[in-house]
């Protein structure tokens, strides 16, 4: 069986981490589902989803990573051509990967202690997001 | 319900970014399938999956950001046991990723609007490339 | 249909890299299904899951990549609030991802012929680590 949800969200843009783990477990729980897994997707190319401890110290350092490796700073083709200055935020995106699958088993995400699952927003400015959350089970 | 399909492909490597969004849409619309997620997955060791706006600034920065992090101007010790040149083909693609999930309901693919899959080739030379379309649904 | 197993693994930490294509495979082959897809994921926040060609050339290239990247050298946030030394562990998990998709077809991993999977133990001592495979298929 298929399931489809979504959560919505208001965030702040720039390398903005949000812990979307309860949204998820409230989908699962809502559903008719036991055992499956759910494919946390979103629809967009300046975002990304991944699971973090989720502390202000490893948050903190995992933006500062993408400062570093992929940084607002510079000049990107991409503002070049079209001038919208978020040309890093498309890069990040694509690195981190815009889907993430977790398998949950009588309606419990199989999560670890210290994980949680966590959309980040790379563009330039506060956005209103839809997440899409697609479950496949039984 | 389980569907396979595949995708083929004439690559030229060195990060070459090919859009294959229109053969996923083509898979899905041809499948029996309404709804359910289809899985991108490449089997190869040395090419990757994401997505990114398919524009020639963005693949442009995307391209540079593999160059900084993995140059191929460097020493690798794959290629000192191997001497076949794409030691850092290999770890590009590693990082990125084989695998992508996308959701799709009523036979469309939920991506946003700017939003594109892309079969990344990090390997060093043309490549014939085969990649597996695995969808469940119903 | 979902099926549920999982793979238990004693780590070194590190970087670790271990290559449980072997598990996985076997773990399809007992199961009562032919036609899928297997989640394998990893309920930790200091390590994380991908494929590469396993050999040691390309798996010292992969720890090289994080040793420049996201240094242990460094100082981390994380272990100013936390004192635990595994700062960069979370980050490079964050960033490698903690869930990989690998279709199946007749029982058979769709892999590539030099393609493995493999679990990369991130933390900074030995671990006792599970890993989650989740199938649907039919």
Chains 1, 2, 3 share one sequence.
Do not use: C
Request: no cysteine; proline share 3%.
């Amino acid at each position: 069986m298929v399931r489809t949800a979504g959560i919505e969200l208001k965030t702040k843009g720039n390398a903005d981490v949000n812990d979307i783990t309860h949204q998820v477990k409230e989908v699962i729980r809502e559903s008719d589902l036991q055992d499956g897994v759910v494919t946390i997707f979103t629809p967009s190319s300046t975002s990304g989803i991944t699971t973090i401890e989720f502390e202000s110290g490893a948050i903190s350092d995992f933006q500062r990573l993408f400062d570093e490796i992929i940084s607002p700073k510079r000049t990107y083709a991409h503002n070049a051509r079209w001038g919208d200055g978020n040309g890093h935020s498309h890069i990040r995106a694509s690195l981190l990967g815009a889907s993430l699958n977790v398998p949950f088993k009588n309606k419990n995400l199989m999560l670890g202690t210290w994980q949680q699952i966590i959309f980040v927003d790379f563009d330039i400015r506060p956005r209103q997001r839809h997440i899409v959350l697609q479950m496949v089970g039984e």
